[in-house]
T-cell receptor, first 108, second 114 residues
């Protein structure tokens, strides 16, 4: 079993839909990262969380430390949101464990 | 300056060549990372430098040799690579220590080994 599990693996939605991507982890963490990678591109950090909830524009990230679960929400989704979204956890010092990513495709 | 700069962006090399990938940041970050990413897969950690010392080596073959000459610069020396080493090599940095800080990634160096 992977230490960081994401669901769904793939998601196709219509423009304007509310999107939720989930991340569960099985190790103790000091922080959780949500990252975005466009095809052929580098990786951009969206959020770093250690508790609670953060919001940037149409993106919202939440974390429940007790349940070892985090969610990334996208409101009013747009085709430019199409990308791979990766959950990564910092577990013990410098080690960062990546989930396998969620491939999101927003149709116009 | 919130950038991590990687050079070259593309590299094609033969199996007998020696080449290097370079990564630079000027954010005062003290943790720097090398990742390898194959198509449609998540990044795989290769090495971590913390305060210019190698803190993690994920059992990477010796044909990959990292170097951190100073706190702003990270190199990955390549020698006698195999075709299966063809991948996107990503560098990242963070503040380091404690909670580690936000991760900043470079655009990557796309390596093709012939």
């Amino acid at each position: 079993k992977n230490e960081v599990e994401q669901s769904p693996q793939n998601l196709t939605a219509q423009e304007g839909e509310f999107i939720t991507i989930n991340c569960s982890y099985s190790v103790g963490i000091s922080a959780l990262h949500w990252l975005q990678q466009h095809p052929g591109g580098g990786i951009v950090s969206l959020f770093m969380l250690s508790s609670g909830k953060k919001k940037h524009g149409r993106l919202i990230a939440t974390i429940n430390i007790q349940e070892k679960h985090s969610s990334l929400h996208i409101t009013a989704s747009h085709p430019r949101d199409s990308a791979v979204y990766i959950c990564a956890v910092r577990s013990g010092g410098d080690k960062i464990i990546f989930g396998k990513g969620t491939r999101l495709h927003i149709l116009p | 300056d919130t950038e991590v700069t990687q050079t070259p962006k593309h590299l094609v090399m033969g199996m007998t060549n020696k080449k290097s990938l370079k990564c630079e940041q000027h954010m005062g970050h003290r943790a720097m990372y090398w990742y390898k990413q194959k198509a449609k897969k998540p990044p795989e950690l290769m090495f971590v430098y913390s305060y210019e010392k190698l803190s993690i080596n994920e059992s990477v073959p010796s044909r990959f040799s990292p170097e951190c000459p100073n706190s702003s610069l990270l190199n990955l020396h390549l020698h006698a690579l195999q075709p299966e080493d063809s991948a996107l090599y990503l560098c990242a940095s963070s503040l380091g220590g404690g909670a580690g800080g936000e991760l900043f990634f470079g655009e990557g160096s796309r390596l093709t080994v012939l």
